[in-house]
């Protein structure tokens, strides 16, 4: 079965800085796809930002990157110039092979100091 | 609506009794997804519907719990005998369908069960 790991319950930033969220998963499959979802207080979970397992080239979306390690199994979220709005909680998840559901990790709080 | 809807927004029951949870996909979307968020952790599958038909409803914690989708759209899904350990948010998301085609959550529903 596969499995998502998120090892930081909390991180902080200041506002406009940079900061890195944290994502190890474990699977057999080679073809998967691996996803940031942010949940704000609103519960509604919001895709940040996806990345196919086939493609080497990390996925960029405005401030929000990935460093996409195939071999390490390791899927980090940097964000940039860190805003406000930013703050919420964000879960790392893992869509794999022939599957269609989504396996998340237990997410990382990430509070925005102004 | 534009998005994906979910009634009620809260629900509290008393323990033993029977509740159903609503969810309006967005319009044409052929895949409806049922998730289950306990309180700290992520979002865990519980079933999967393609079109009509309950594709994969492995995630469904025992036979207390159904969902239904009778004609493609809306989705029900019924809590029979509630227990208190049943108190979560349930999440429900809508995709084009296909493998791995973008899925778009509802801001779910807050069951509490006293």
């Known amino acids: 079965a596969q499995t998502v790991t998120q090892s930081q319950p909390e991180m902080s930033v200041q506002e406009a800085e940079t900061v890195t969220l944290s994502c190890t998963y474990d699977?057999?499959?080679?073809?998967?796809?691996l996803f940031w979802y942010k949940q704000p207080p609103s519960r509604q979970m919001i895709l940040v930002i996806r990345?196919?397992?086939?493609?080497?080239q990390n996925a960029t979306e405005n401030r929000f990157s990935v460093n996409f390690q195939k071999a390490a199994k390791s899927f980090s979220l940097k964000i940039s110039d860190s805003q406000l709005g930013d703050a919420a909680m964000y879960f790392c998840?893992?869509?794999?092979?022939?599957?269609?559901?989504?396996?998340f990790g237990k997410g990382t709080l990430l509070t925005v100091n102004p | 609506g534009a998005g994906v809807s979910q009634t009620p927004s809260n629900k509290v029951t008393e323990k033993g009794k029977y509740v159903e949870l609503r969810c309006d996909p967005i319009s044409g979307h052929t895949a409806l997804y049922w998730y289950r968020q306990s309180l700290g952790q992520g979002p865990e599958f519980l079933i999967y519907f393609q079109g009509t038909g309950a594709a994969d409803d492995s995630g469904l914690p025992n036979d207390r719990f159904f969902a239904v989708r009778p004609e493609g759209s809306v989705s029900t899904l019924k809590i029979q005998r509630t227990e208190r350990g049943d108190s979560a948010v349930y999440l429900c998301?809508?995709?084009?369908?296909?493998?791995?085609?973008?899925?778009?959550f509802g801001q779910g529903t807050r069951l509490t069960v006293v």
């Open positions: 998840a893992y869509s794999g092979g022939s599957n269609y559901k989504l396996t």
């Open positions: 699977t057999s499959e080679s073809d998967y796809y």
């Open positions: 998301a809508s995709s084009r369908g296909g493998k791995n085609t973008e899925a778009f």
């Open positions: 990345q196919e397992a086939y493609k080497q």
